[in-house]
DNA sequence: CATTCGATCTAACAACCGTTAGATTGACCG
DNA sequence: CGGTCAATCTAACGGTTGTTAGATCGAATG
């Protein structure tokens, strides 16, 4: 008889997640936390919001129970609450892609040069970068490179890179990567590369879509 | 320079999925509509929301591209845009129940009888079903049966059950399936049969958990 | 103990969303 | 050619949400 009530509270609860993915400033957190452990303070910057507005935000996820919270000192570090998290990011933006034709759009403008990607399966490359044929670097915060990492990448900050430009080797192809697809800064990496007469390349990939694909990250 | 807006429409694309996800209604709607191509009327009977609600419920999903529509004379039939859309749906139930606690309680709340609960595998279960050693029952109405079922499966739609209970074995268990782990069909079936002296028991898969998890079904 | 600074809370506003109910469209049928 | 019925559109309401800005909390630091 009472089946309604308690049904209609199943698809309330699950909603409560749908809802904390609807907003664009929330989606762009999501990723940024994908990436690592990090600070209100960090988040806010990285993402360009308003510190309390972040807070407010991060709130509505952590009720969400999609993030979780520690304190250290003065500061809160703000985690996903798990690897189905990330995952559900990169299958949230998978549909998005597959069926929004105004998305991929947007995403095939946001790329300056098409010619700069990669075209290498995940395998293939995996298997070259184990090799030593190409040079894996992640132009991603140091940070976020220690919280996991391609397997065979080095950590090399887009910061950074200008200044260690000699780090690099120039008989072989450079492979950039950095946060996901959404990211730019493999972009950069690329372009800078190229300029200075280095054979470079990036892959769309970050970490979560690497581990999303079953393949295996470094920490 | 101009990173900032292009980047923020990205993420306002996928906020649209999310978005669409976001009500109750709506998720309710993605379910039953994950069973395979519906009408408005059919959709709006089986949830119980009143068609011009329910109308207004698919327009936002359709506009989010997570459903398609054919007409055909006075009906219009709503169906997912592709695979991936029921398998997302899948991803968030997970995910809600994984890390929603009052959730769990929820749902585990929502099925009368825990013991009713079949406790194979799905690949032990698949095995079995395979040898005849167990007669596994869809209780779904027949539209939905013939949209996608398990493999080895006979349609026994729950209000034609007691009717036809001589089709069915008392020297074997029966295992039934109906939409999902939110659906009461399969709780009502083992009941009746439990009442009437046969072996019964229910898994909470349905087809699309089913598929989730890799395995194959039939048409 | 006062200061600093990261983080959260509060109030207030506009914009949006879900729901309801009446009106309208469009295809079929007698 | 009306009549029926599925489906959509429209207007209006009440509640919610995102954003902003000011105020507050709480842990370190001098």
């Known amino acids: 008889m009472k089946e309604k009530p308690s049904k209609s ?23 940024l936390l994908a990436q690592g452990e990090k600070s209100v303070e960090t988040l806010a910057a990285q993402a360009g919001i308003d510190m309390r507005l972040t807070s407010a935000h991060l709130k509505a996820l ?9 304190r250290e000192g003065k500061y809160v570090h703000y985690r996903l609450s798990g690897p189905d998290v990330s995952q559900l990011w990169v299958s949230l933006r998978d549909v998005a892609e597959e069926h929004l034709i105004e998305f991929r759009l947007a995403l095939a403008q946001m790329v300056s040069d098409p010619d700069s990607l990669c075209s290498e399966s995940r395998e293939s490359l995996l298997q070259k970068a184990r090799q030593g044929e190409v040079f ?4 991603r915060p140091p940070s976020e490179y220690n919280a996991g990492h391609l397997p065979f990448a080095r950590s090399m900050p887009l910061g950074e890179l200008e200044k260690r430009l000699a780090d690099l080797p120039s008989d072989r192809t450079i492979v950039a990567y950095c946060r996901g697809p959404f990211c730019l800064m493999s972009d ?11 054979t470079a390349s990036k892959i769309t990939d970050g970490v979560n879509e690497w581990v999303a694909s079953g393949l295996p990250i470094e920490t």
Chains 1, 2 share one sequence.
């Open 62 to 70: 952590r009720e969400a129970c999609l993030v979780e919270t520690r």
């Open 9 to 31: 509270y199943l698809y309330e609860h699950v909603a409560r997640i749908g809802k904390a993915l609807s907003s664009p400033k929330r989606l762009e957190l999501v990723e």
């Open 188 to 198: 950069e990496a690329v372009k800078l590369l190229r300029a200075r007469g280095f």
């Open 136 to 139: 894996v670097i992640d132009v």
